[in-house]
């Protein structure tokens, strides 16, 4: 069996994450990973009381790493162009990890039992409503309610462009013609969207 030097915890955690990333997390088990990262059946159980555990954990992991990817635009003198970049950045991460958005936004975990979980989500949500303070100089009250609603509109576009994937090819309903114009201009939506934002 294969020594591993450092954190075990995190390698599992990680594991899991490249696991999901690739099928999903319907299907997975402990002893999957287990197996996966070459340890016995029982070490997953020395650090995680159950399979929820260990999700929450990538799911914490998979909000940092969301986070990163907003940080990764830099911001310029343009707040509300810097918005619009961080909902595109949004989502392309849901586009090209769909089994991890959806483990971060779908799985039912229960906040209080998952306490990484929760604050990492609210990390990646403090990272949208810093930019919008920007727009709203400071106004706190504004700054939640917008926030609140632009990220409603980004999910809503991701989840619409998901669909569409889904339909495929052989769509023809007015649905389907629609949906495949919002990828394409997804930068144009969003710059509409940010002017309806109420700065006050």
């Avoid at 990262?37 to 998979?62: I, M, W």
Wanted: charged residues 20%; proline residues 2%.
């Amino acid at each position: 069996m294969q020594y591993h030097h450092g954190n075990l915890k995190q390698q599992l955690i990680t594991f899991t994450y490249d696991w999901i990333a690739v099928n999903g997390f319907d299907r997975l088990s402990l002893r999957e990973i287990a197996k996966i990262a070459n340890v016995s059946q029982t070490a997953p159980y020395r650090h995680f009381d159950s399979k929820e555990h260990l999700l929450a954990e990538v799911g914490a992991l998979a909000f940092d790493n969301f986070s990163k990817e907003m940080n990764a635009n830099e911001d310029t003198n343009d707040p509300a162009d810097d918005l619009v970049k961080c909902g595109v950045t949004y989502i392309e991460f849901g586009l090209k990890h769909p089994y991890i958005i959806e483990l971060m936004f779908n799985h039912p975990f229960k906040g209080g039992d998952f306490p990484n979980f929760l604050a990492a989500s609210d990390r990646a949500f403090g990272e949208l409503q810093t930019r919008i303070k920007r727009l709203h100089r400071g106004n706190n009250d504004a700054t939640r309610l917008n926030s609140i609603s632009t990220h409603a509109y980004v999910h809503g576009l991701l989840s619409i462009i998901q669909i569409n994937q889904r339909i495929g090819d052989a769509g023809t309903t007015d649905y389907y013609k629609a949906s495949s114009q919002v990828k394409n201009n997804l930068e144009k939506m969003l710059v509409a969207f940010v002017k309806t934002l109420d700065f006050s």
